[in-house]
């Protein structure tokens, strides 16, 4: 079974930086990709990015594309999110995603259904003006 942690959400100033961190379990971790997500209040789940097995492929959300930057460290089982340049549209609960199939293009993410992915609890990330 997969759990997914979320952590390093919090408060920033427009301009700011946060890091956030998703500690996985499972022996999937680190033949899988992975993903972020946010949902800001009154709105849809969105797409960030995307990262795959080895981080040799990511893909970005248009609104978040050079500023946001995805890793990860299989060797701790974890992915993180750099997330710099923040505005306060980037407020919203933050999501890591890993899909049931493990092995897709980090492009696919964008449009993967919920029902087929493992997903974390989420982490607040408020962004003041």
């Known amino acids: 079974q997969v759990q997914l942690v979320e952590s390093g959400g919090g408060s920033a100033q427009t301009g700011g930086s946060l890091r956030l961190s998703c500690a996985a379990s499972g022996r999937t971790f680190s033949i899988a990709t992975m993903g972020w997500f946010r949902q800001a209040p009154g709105k849809e789940r969105e797409f960030v990015g995307a990262?795959?097995?080895?981080?040799?492929?990511?893909a970005y959300a248009d609104s978040v594309k050079g500023r946001f930057t995805i890793s990860r460290d299989n060797a701790k089982n974890t992915l993180y999110l750099q997330m710099n340049s923040l505005k306060p549209e980037d407020t919203a609960v933050y999501y890591c995603?890993?899909?049931?199939?493990?092995?897709?293009?980090?492009?696919?993410?964008?449009?993967?259904?919920?029902?087929?992915?493992?997903w974390g609890q989420g982490t607040q990330v408020t962004v003041s003006s």
């Open positions: 990262i795959d097995w080895n981080g040799g492929s990511t």
């Open positions: 995603a890993q899909p049931r199939l493990g092995i897709i293009p980090a492009q696919a993410m964008a449009t993967m259904r919920p029902e087929l992915g493992y």
